[in-house]
Structure formats: C-alpha cells, structure tokens
Nanobody, 125 residues
Framework: QVQLVESGGGLVQAGGSLRLSCAASGRTFSQYAMAWFRQAPGKEREFAAA????????TYAYSVKGRFTISRDNAKNTVYLQMNSLKPEDTADYYCAQSIHIATLSPYSFEYDYWGQGTQVTVSS
C-alpha cells in the first residue's frame, strides 16, 4: 500500500509562485508514474501534470503549460509541482496521485490508484 501526503499550499497573490510537495511512503515510489490533479469548488477534478517513473517524460494540461513544472526526486520519495505566474483560476485543492498500472502517462483520474489528501491553493486577484 502507498500513502501520499501533499504540502506547500497556501494563499498567494496573482502572479506569485508556490511549490507543492508530495511525499510517498513505501518501497515502490520509483517504479511508477506520478501526477498532480486539482479540483476547484463545484467543479470536476482535472488533470494538471504527470511525470514518468524516472522523470524523463512529462506532460501538462494546456491550462498550466509554461507556468507549472512537475519534477521528482526518487531518492527522497517526493514529487514536486512548481507553480509560477499563478492566476485566480488556479485556486483549487491540489492532489498528487500514483498509478501502479499505466504504461504511458495519462491525464485521466481513473487511471490512478493512490491519492493524497490534498493541499489547498488560493490565488487572490
């Protein structure tokens, strides 16, 4: 079993930056793809970014491309989301997720097996 714990959320002004972290427990972190999703109040959970097991492949939602960067440090069992040029529409609960079965990176939430509890990001105008 895997436990994922996000941190780093908070309140920031538009144009500012935050770095989210997701710490994973267990011995299998380095074998699997990781992703970040977000969910604004009253809206569907949506894909933000994903990264392959070794960090060699990444993919981003159009809405965050060029502003967010996903990375991982397998030695620390941690995945990061660097969020720059934040906009009010980025306000959401952010979740990290792990897939134990996908062979290629996926933007679909049902492809992910383990989820963190979320960390809140609020971007003011």
């Amino acid at each position: 079993q895997v436990q994922l714990v996000e941190s780093g959320g908070g309140l920031v002004q538009a144009g500012g930056s935050l770095r989210l972290s997701c710490a994973a427990s267990g011995r299998t972190f380095s074998q699997y793809a990781m992703a970040w999703f977000r969910q604004a109040p009253g809206k569907e959970r949506e894909f933000a970014a994903a990264i392959s097991w070794n960090g060699d492949d990444t993919t981003y939602a159009y809405s965050v491309k060029g502003r967010f960067t996903i990375s991982r440090d397998n030695a620390k069992n941690t995945v990061y989301l660097q969020m720059n040029s934040l906009k009010p529409e980025d306000t959401a609960d952010y979740y990290c997720a792990q897939s134990i079965h996908i062979a290629t990176l996926s933007p679909y939430s049902f492809e992910y097996d383990y989820w963190g509890q979320g960390t809140q990001v609020t971007v003011s105008s």
